[in-house]
C-alpha cells in the first residue's frame, strides 16, 4: 500500500474531507535536506513563507539555519513580523499605493526588511512613503533571467541600484526568479544558467556605480540543484517544503518526499468508469490541463480529469483501483501552494498517521 495512504487510513475516523495533510516527518527531512544542500554549497537560505504561510513552519525553517524568510506581499509579511521574525525580504516589485507606504515603513522600523524594486518610479515612490528615514529600508534589484515576468535587464541594475542610493535607500543587493525552469525538466539546468548569466552581469552593473552586492539571491525550487554559481549567496526555494507533482515531473524532488497531500472522499460513482471526489478548485487550485490532470491519487495512475468548484472528477484507470463510494483516498495536487489558500488549518500527522496536531494557515487570506 502507498505510504500516503497507510496514514491517511489511520486517520480516517479523525478527519474530515477534504482536508490538507502534512507528513511532519517527511516535511521535516525536506527542510534539513534543503539546508544541508545550502551548507555544503556556502549558501543561505530564505525560504518563501507563501508555499505554506503557517508561522510552525517557518520556525521549524530557521530553527534548520535559515537566515530568515522570503514573503509576497505586505500582508504575510505583517504576519510573520508580528509573530516574531525579524529578517524579510519581501521578493515582489511592491508599489506603495494606499495604506502599503505607511505599512512599510512601520515594518523597515521594527525588522531588518529588504524590498523588491525593478524600476525607478517605485524608487521614487518608496522613498516618499520612508518620509526622513528612506536608509531604514533596504532594496534589492529585480533582474529578468528569462521568465519575463518582472524584473530590470540585468545591465540596468547598476543604474537603479544608483537611483536608489541617491533617494536615500540602501541598495543592498540583486535577485532573480528563474520561473521559466519549470517548463519541462531539460528547462532547469538552462534556466539556472540564465540565472547565473543574468546575477552576474547585475552584479557587475552595481559595482559599475560604486555599490557592492552584499545579496544575490536566486530561486526557485525547480532549480536550486544547480544553483550553486560562486556568485550567488542565498537561495529562496518554497516548495520544497512540501513538494507536488509538478515538481517530481520535473525531477526536482522524488515520491517520497511529498510531505503534503488533500485528503478527499469518493461521494458519487453512477458514470461508470469514474468517481466523483470532495475536492475542487477551492480545494487544490485550478492548476492543470485535461492531458495532464488537476492532481492525482497517490499510488496509482488515476488523475483527476476535471474539476467544478466542490467537485473532482476521477476516471479510473484499467487495473485494481476501483474505490466504492465513502472510500478516503490522498490526492497529490500539482502546485502546492494554491491548496493552503482554501483551509484555515493544516492536519498534521506523521508517516504511521498515529499523532494528529492541527497547525494554522496563519497568513491566509493577506493577499496585499
Not at 504576519?79 to 505607511?102: E, H, M, N, Q
Not at 512613503?129 to 540596468?156: H, N, Q, T
Not at 492525482?296 to 488515476?302: C, F, L, N
Not at 506523521?350 to 496563519?362: A, I, M, N, Y
Request: some cysteine; overall charge negative.
Amino acid at each position: 500500500m502507498n505510504r500516503l495512504q497507510r496514514a491517511l487510513d489511520a486517520l480516517v475516523e479523525r478527519v474530515d474531507t477534504p482536508a490538507p495533510i502534512v507528513l511532519v516527518d517527511v516535511m521535516q527531512a525536506n527542510i534539513d535536506r534543503m539546508q544541508g544542500f545550502a551548507d555544503q554549497h556556502n549558501l543561505e537560505v530564505r525560504p518563501h513563507v507563501k508555499t505554506h504561510k503557517c508561522v510552525e513552519i517557518a520556525r521549524r525553517q530557521v530553527e534548520a539555519g535559515a537566515v530568515g524568510i522570503t514573503a509576497g506581499n505586505v500582508g504575510e509579511a505583517e504576519v510573520f513580523a508580528a509573530a516574531g521574525f525579524d529578517d524579510i525580504f519581501l521578493a515582489y516589485p511592491i508599489w506603495p499605493a494606499g495604506t502599503k507606504g505607511a505599512r512599510i515603513r512601520r515594518l523597515a522600523q521594527s525588522t531588518r526588511l529588504r524590498v523588491g524594486v525593478d524600476n525607478v518610479a517605485a524608487i521614487e515612490a518608496l522613498a516618499d512613503a520612508m518620509g526622513d528615514e528612506p536608509d531604514r529600508l533596504k532594496v534589492v534589484i529585480e533582474v529578468d533571467c528569462g521568465a519575463r515576468r518582472s524584473g530590470a535587464p540585468p545591465e540596468l541594475a547598476g543604474d537603479l541600484a544608483l537611483a536608489a542610493h541617491k533617494r536615500g535607500l540602501a541598495p543592498v543587493g540583486v535577485f532573480t526568479y528563474p520561473g521559466h525552469g519549470s517548463s519541462g525538466p531539460d528547462a532547469r539546468e538552462r534556466a539556472a544558467q540564465d540565472q547565473e548569466d543574468a546575477l552576474t552581469t547585475a552584479v557587475r552593473s552595481l559595482a559599475g556605480v560604486g555599490v557592492t552586492a552584499r545579496v544575490v539571491s536566486a530561486g526557485s525550487t525547480p532549480t536550486i540543484e544547480f544553483s550553486t554559481s560562486g556568485v550567488i549567496t542565498e537561495i529562496r526555494p518554497g516548495e520544497y517544503v512540501f513538494c507536488d507533482l509538478n515538481n517530481t515531473r520535473l525531477g526536482a524532488c522524488t515520491d517520497d518526499q511529498i510531505a503534503l497531500f488533500v485528503a478527499a472522499t469518493v461521494v458519487s460513482d453512477w458514470v461508470p468508469d469514474q468517481v466523483i471526489l470532495d475536492v475542487g478548485t477551492k480545494a487544490l487550485g485550478r492548476e492543470g490541463s485535461p492531458e495532464r490532470g488537476y492532481g492525482g491519487v497517490a499510488g496509482t495512475k488515476a488523475v483527476l480529469a476535471k474539476l467544478n468548484e466542490y467537485h473532482g472528477f476521477l476516471p479510473l484507470p484499467a487495473g485494481e483501483f476501483r474505490p466504492g463510494v465513502g472510500t478516503l483516498v490522498p490526492v497529490v495536487p500539482n502546485h502546492v501552494c494554491p491548496v493552503v489558500l482554501g483551509f484555515e488549518e493544516l492536519i498534521v500527522t506523521d508517516s504511521t498517521g498515529t499523532s494528529l496536531q492541527r497547525w494554522p494557515v496563519d497568513a491566509r487570506g493577506f493577499l496585499n
